[in-house]
């Protein structure tokens, strides 16, 4: 579809740029830079549409209609530019360490074992 939307819209380019080329202006003949474009006013303006004007106003109803269509079908077709990336997975919050249990204070330690004498200190010395 949209291809054949695309090939009718360069031929209804091309067709409407060869219509307005084509196309005789007002008073812009080559008689008119010489003074001779009196004559056409003398007549008045032109009451009827020429063959050229009806090709110009149809092309360019098509043009619109097809340039319309084609932004259509393209809106349509086209998907959000995120749409193609896979969600990053969510971060779990870190795992809590687990929790040693805290040792027995020293006085529930088992009367079998012995505390370590404690040192004795010179008797020159004095802790200070």
């Known amino acids: 579809m949209f291809t054949l939307l695309l090939i009718l819209y360069i031929i209804v380019c091309v067709f409407l740029i060869l219509v307005v080329l084509l196309q005789q202006?007002?008073?812009?003949?080559?008689a008119a830079a010489f003074g001779g474009g009196m004559a056409q006013q003398s007549f008045?303006?032109?009451?009827?549409?020429?063959l050229?004007?009806?090709?110009?106003t149809g092309s360019f109803v098509v043009f619109v209609a097809l340039c319309i269509g084609l932004s259509v079908v393209t809106a349509r077709g086209s998907k959000s530019v995120t749409a193609g990336v896979k969600?990053?997975?969510a971060k779990a919050a870190p795992a809590e360490p687990?929790?040693?249990?805290?040792?027995?204070?020293?006085?529930?330690?088992?009367?079998?074992?012995?505390?370590?004498?404690?040192?004795?200190?010179?008797?020159?010395?004095?802790?200070q």
């Open 25 to 30: 202006g007002k008073g812009s003949d080559v």
């Open 44 to 50: 008045g303006p032109r009451g009827t549409t020429t």
């Open 52 to 56: 050229m004007h009806k090709l110009t």
């Open 87 to 89: 969600a990053a997975p």
């Open 98 to 127: 687990a929790v040693e249990p805290v040792a027995a204070p020293a006085e529930e330690a088992p009367q079998s074992e012995a505390a370590p004498p404690a040192a004795e200190t010179p008797a020159g010395e004095s802790s």
